[in-house]
């Protein structure tokens, strides 16, 4: 029962262009999203969340995106440096409760 | 201004012997939750604890695997007799429970089951 999925394994961008990931979730009990940034070996990083009152936040280079009619939230990010080459997890929470739902993953991938 | 800490980094069992994962939380954090990432996959809720209290382990095997946080120390994940499939890494995570969506992550402890 994969609540929350992200149906790219990987997205390989050139420097300086726009990066867009996507994910999907089917429980529409969850109400707050985030994403997380994970580098080999370390714990995931996080990035930039969004309230389901919301359909936009953003934060410098990055900008989540909220479609609560589709289930469906999107990272932007622009422009694209080789330093966010990484996996990039997108992650769900129901309010009252504590625990985090993940995707799968997207391996982003900046060429220079 | 320290993160969430983990140790040890790298655990090495074999079958069948005991594994002890310790996380301690950010400073002014209360509220612990722990993850485990299968190779190939994303992170799988375990379990979700306070100060002496478990809050959801609805994410723990019914079996062999325990986590407590105790009023004084690092949150502690136990695991028995373990198995190769627990090979594994696991992660620790923090938040102030005010926000508790918000959850800020240890380093990880990859344990490897021989």
């Known amino acids: 029962d994969q609540q929350v999925k992200q149906n790219s394994p990987s997205l390989s961008v050139q420097e300086g262009r726009i990066s867009i990931l996507n994910c999907d979730y089917t429980n529409s009990m969850f109400d707050y999203f985030l994403w997380y940034k994970k580098y080999p070996a370390e714990g995931p990083t996080f990035l930039i969340s969004i309230s389901s009152i919301k359909d936009k936040n953003e934060d410098g280079r990055f900008t989540v995106f909220l479609n609560k009619s589709a289930k469906h939230l999107s990272l932007h990010i622009v422009p694209s440096q080789p330093g966010d080459s990484a996996v990039y997890f997108c992650?769900?929470?129901?309010?009252?409760?504590?625990?985090?739902?993940f995707g799968q993953g997207t391996i982003l991938t900046v060429h220079p | 201004n320290a993160g969430v800490m983990q140790n040890p980094r790298h655990l090495v069992r074999r079958r069948g012997q005991e594994a002890r994962l310790r996380c301690s939380p950010m400073?002014?954090?209360?509220?612990v939750y722990w993850y485990r990432q299968l190779p190939e996959e994303g992170l799988k809720f375990m379990v979700y604890l306070q100060k002496e209290n478990i809050i959801d382990e609805s994410g723990m095997p019914k079996e062999r695997f325990s986590a407590e946080f105790p009023k004084e120390g690092p949150s502690i994940l136990r695991i028995q007799q373990v198995v190769r499939g627990d090979s594994a890494a696991y992660f620790c995570a923090s938040s102030t429970g005010t926000a508790s969506y918000e959850q800020y992550f240890g380093p990880g402890t990859r344990l490897t089951v021989t």
């Open positions: 400073k002014g954090h209360s509220h």
């Open positions: 992650a769900a929470s129901e309010a009252s409760y504590g625990k985090l739902t």
